[in-house]
């Protein structure tokens, strides 16, 4: 009976994505092994994990306390090990949950060996969607993914006429700080920021609802998972997130994906594929729902989604460097360093310091993001000595 199991590499496996991937392993034992895990210095959990899946093969980005990994597993550390990881000759999924900049290699090896990729790292899309989207075609391998919206047009999509399709539309939770008001939005405390209304995820993801960058990443993994142009993305903000997507059609009406707003569905979906899925994680009830609401965004409330938008519609290696300014931007703001309306700033400064340039290959990208880490961490050394 086991024999059928999908053997699974999970990069992040101790981030929120990553636990949730396991979560989908534990309900489902006969469906799944875990073969290899990676962690970036989280010791003590993934030591955890290792133990009570099995895992004979882990990797630590953060080698410094590689000893406190218990014998019999094998231990690979540093960045590299986590490209051994995604080309696992044991896998046959790889589930990329690594948060920034950092997906994007382990992206690009899961795909060149050949694996199904469950991807959850928007990085890897923002910065190199077209390179990605090119090696998915080249290998033909098979590319879900994880993250809530494209989960839901993925499936929204399937078997419409893509001549009947007008534009594909995300929803968007408005994140923690809907509702301040916006004369106090720049100076958003961390505990307020981390505080999201309707998901439970890492921190990364929640500072970059609030300011809506993450919508922005969005529209830019939409845009090349589907192959639509910008101008056929829109953006709804909808309070109760249980619309995930819909898809607008020609004739002017919709279709839509509803669900609870639970990251295991569409991490479950996504390990799953192309089986179908059970119910594990908590089954929407139309009846139970109440009133579902959109309304427009209103943009000036949120600064660094056009920022980083606009970037990613110039191209080349622009979003790579407003992505990598953003993840030192949020980074320094978690820490204290630079209030949240600074973040903003550090995107806008790094976009301005560091010029683009063709994104021809994946090396060209990871030059792009040293540069922007380098001008960007600079930008928020000038904001944190400007505080002091
Ligand atoms: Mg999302």
Request: hydrophobic share 50%; charged share 20%.
């Amino acid at each position: 009976m086991s024999t059928s199991r999908k053997r699974v590499a999970i990069l992040g496996s101790t981030g929120s994505i990553g636990r949730g991937a396991l979560a989908v392993v534990e309900a489902h034992p006969d469906s799944f092994e875990v073969v290899s895990l990676s962690a970036r210095g989280n010791v003590e959990l993934l030591a955890s994990q290792a133990a009570r899946f099995g895992v004979k093969r882990v990797a630590l980005v953060d080698g410094s306390r590689r000893g406190d990994i218990p014998l019999g597993i094998d231990v690979a550390v540093g960045p590299e090990a986590l490209l051994e990881i995604a080309s696992d000759p044991e896998a046959d999924l790889v589930v990329n949950a690594l948060v920034g900049a950092a997906g994007l290699a382990p992206t690009f090896a899961a795909i060149r060996a050949g694996k199904r990729l469950a991807l959850a790292n928007k990085e890897s899309l923002v910065m190199a969607g077209s390179l990605v989207m090119r090696e998915v075609a080249r290998t033909g391998a098979a590319l879900i993914p994880i993250d809530s919206e494209h989960s839901s047009l993925f499936r929204c999509l399937r078997g419409v006429p893509p001549a009947e399709v007008a534009a594909v539309v995300l929803t968007a939770s408005g994140g923690p700080l809907r509702d301040v008001p916006e004369s106090e939005i720049g100076a958003a405390r961390v505990a307020d920021v981390l505080r999201h209304p309707t998901w439970s995820m890492g921190e990364k993801v929640t500072v970059d609802s609030a300011t809506l960058v993450n919508k922005a990443m969005e529209v830019v993994e939409a845009r090349w998972l589907f192959d639509v142009p910008f101008d056929s993305i829109e953006v709804v903000i909808h309070r109760e997130s249980i619309v995930h997507s819909l898809v607008r059609l020609t004739d002017g009406t919709f279709l839509a994906h509803l669900g609870v707003p639970d990251m295991r569905v569409p991490i479950q979906y996504a390990m799953f594929h192309p089986e179908p899925a059970g119910v594990s994680f908590g089954e929407c009830a139309p009846e139970r729902l109440g009133a579902l609401h959109f309304e427009p965004l209103v943009h000036r409330r949120y600064p660094c989604f056009d920022l980083v938008l606009d970037a990613a519609k110039r191209g080349g290696t622009s979003p790579a460097i407003a992505a990598t300014a953003d993840e030192v931007a949020v980074a320094a703001f978690v820490k204290g360093e630079i209030p949240f309306g600074g973040i903003a700033g550090v995107i806008e400064e790094t976009l301005r310091a560091v010029p683009g340039g063709a994104a021809s290959d994946l090396d060209a990208v990871l030059t792009a993001e040293a540069a922007a880490r380098d001008a960007a961490l600079a930008s928020v050394g000038r904001l944190h000595a400007g505080r002091n």
